[in-house]
Every structure is written in C-alpha cells, then in structure tokens.
C-alpha cells in the first residue's frame, strides 16, 4: 500500500479526520510565472496563492489565459520560468510519483465537462477510483452511487450514457466524478458554462456545499459573475499578463480600477442577457 492510500481510505469512510484548515496557510503557491506560446505572452513574472480551504475564482476576457493557468498549477501545461508549489513541495522538480500524488489530490472539471462518450456514467464517475486506489467492483459503485447523490443525481442513471444526458446532468456527472477521490482540490473550468439558471443555481450551490462539507479547496474559472460572486472567498482577476487585481468580492466589487468595473459590469450584462427574464 502507498502512503497516500492509507490517507484515503479514512476519508472515504468520513471519520472527519480531516484537521481544520489553518487561516491562510497556502496550498497552491505560484511565484513569478512566466508563460508564452510563442509571441503570445500571457503572463510574465505573475504570482498568486490558493490556501487551503479557500474558494477562489479566477476571472478575465476570454483567451487570457485562465485554463491555461489551471494547467500550469498542476502540471498538465509546462512554464517558461517561476516556481510551482503544492504544500510547500516544489511541482518543477517532483517525478512522476509526485506528480501522480500532486493529481490524486486533485478533482478537476474540464472546460466543456468531458466525459467519456463511450463509457457509462458508472464508469465516468468510477474512473479515478479503478485507476488511483484498490477499490473492488462493489466498493466503487457504492462511491459512485453516493457521489451521484451529492450532486443531486439519482442512481438509476449509473448504467446511462453521456449522449443520453441533458447539458446540466452531464456538468454534474462531470462533476461527481471530480469528487469521487475525495480530492483535496477541486479546480472547476467553467462549471456553468452554456447551462440554463436553474442548472446554473444548482451548480453554484453545489460547490459552495462541497467547500463546506468536504473542505475541500476550490479554483474556479468562470465568466459567471454571479457564480465568481456568490461562491467565492477571494476573486482573482487577470489583466495584462498578471493577477493585479485580488481580494474578496465585496473588495473586487467595491474597486475604482477602471479595468475592474468595466470587465464586471459587460460580464454581468452578458449575463442579463444570456438569461431570461423569471
Ligand atoms: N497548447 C497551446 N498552444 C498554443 N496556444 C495555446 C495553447 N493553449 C492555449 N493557447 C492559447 O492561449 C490563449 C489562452 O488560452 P486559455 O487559457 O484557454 O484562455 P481562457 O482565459 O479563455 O481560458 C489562447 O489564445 C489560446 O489559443
Ligand atoms: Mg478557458
């Protein structure tokens, strides 16, 4: 057995073994990153923190470079220069022990939710499970079911397709299956993206839930403001080529930046449009 499995197995079984978050203590450290693809400089010697507990949403114009971001943190998208910490250990310099460790801890929701079309909704949600732990058959689908449950979704669609879902069932099954490792992060990429309000609301309340009953940590990217302004502890908004603007929204929403409020107020009236009328 790994060390890490012998973190996991009491969490599954919700001992609350899980020790209360130090204030401020960070998780995710990144200092002075510098990242381009080619002439496309989209940030150059920018930091920013993530601490444990905390919902922090990152926001900003489209192709600034948010999902590129979230796969910097882990990863999954190489930089050009900085330093990448998760709980103190340097992420540049971990192998690829580490690095699997570093993404057992982490539940990610991709831009779009993908799941996988040609397996059921079972196996979507039972797929880090049947990877990362020793869990049997029977073990997995009981967590399945359970994680199903926590995002509002019956166990009779554990033998469907994600072809056979509505929009907003699939974000939730996307969803579960991020959860179903009992990750100590959760990074959401635009969780709400092209789903009607109602889905819109449960998705939002759904993560604020999962902050609070599972502690986990959460990095959201969303042009949702809504969303950014209701689920969030700090916002983080990114401008040329770094995060010069963070704090909490009460902070964001109260700045005089010019940048702040005009990003703001088109995202809250893209939204007002994008939304009919209750
Ligand atoms: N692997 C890649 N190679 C080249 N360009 C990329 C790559 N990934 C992202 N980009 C570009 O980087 C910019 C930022 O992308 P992204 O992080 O997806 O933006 P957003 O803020 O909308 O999430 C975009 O212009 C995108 O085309
Ligand atoms: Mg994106």
Redesign the pocket.
């Known amino acids: 057995m790994s060390p890490s499995d012998t973190v996991v197995a009491p969490r599954f079984a919700g001992t609350g073994t899980v020790v209360a978050p130090t204030p401020d203590e960070p998780l995710f450290e990144l200092r002075g990153i510098h990242k381009a ?1 080619g002439e ?1 400089v ?1 940030f150059e010697d920018t930091s920013l923190t993530v601490r444990r507990g905390e919902t922090l949403s990152i926001i ?1 114009e ?8 979230l796969k910097m943190m882990i990863g999954l998208v190489p930089i050009d220069a900085g330093e990448i910490y998760f709980r103190g250990d340097n992420v540049l310099l971990m192998g690829n022990e580490g690095l699997a460790r570093l993404r057992r801890s982490v539940g990610y929701l991709f831009q779009n939710g993908a799941l996988f079309d040609s397996m059921t909704v079972l196996d979507n949600v039972g797929y880090a499970l049947r990877e990362h732990t020793t869990m049997g058959d029977e073990q997995i689908r009981e967590r399945v079911i359970t994680c199903l449950e926590k995002v509002n979704l019956s166990r009779r669609i554990l033998d469907q397709w994600p072809a056979e879902l509505s929009g907003g069932m699939r974000k939730r099954v996307a969803l579960a299956r991020a959860i179903a490792i009992e990750p100590e992060v959760v990074l959401y990429d635009e969780p709400t993206q092209g789903l009607d309000p109602q889905s819109i609301t449960i998705i939002a309340e759904l993560i604020s839930e999962l902050q609070r009953d599972l502690d986990i940590t959460s990095v959201l ?1 969303t042009h949702d403001m809504r969303c950014a302004f209701s689920v969030s502890d700090r916002i983080a908004m990114v401008h040329e080529r770094g995060f010069p603007y963070v704090g909490t929204p009460t902070q964001l929403g109260e700045s005089t930046a010019p940048a702040v409020q005009e990003y703001i107020s088109e995202a809250l009236e893209e939204l007002q449009s994008a939304t009919p009328p209750e």
């Open positions: 693809f496309l989209l900003g489209s192709g600034c470079g948010k999902s590129v971001w990217v």
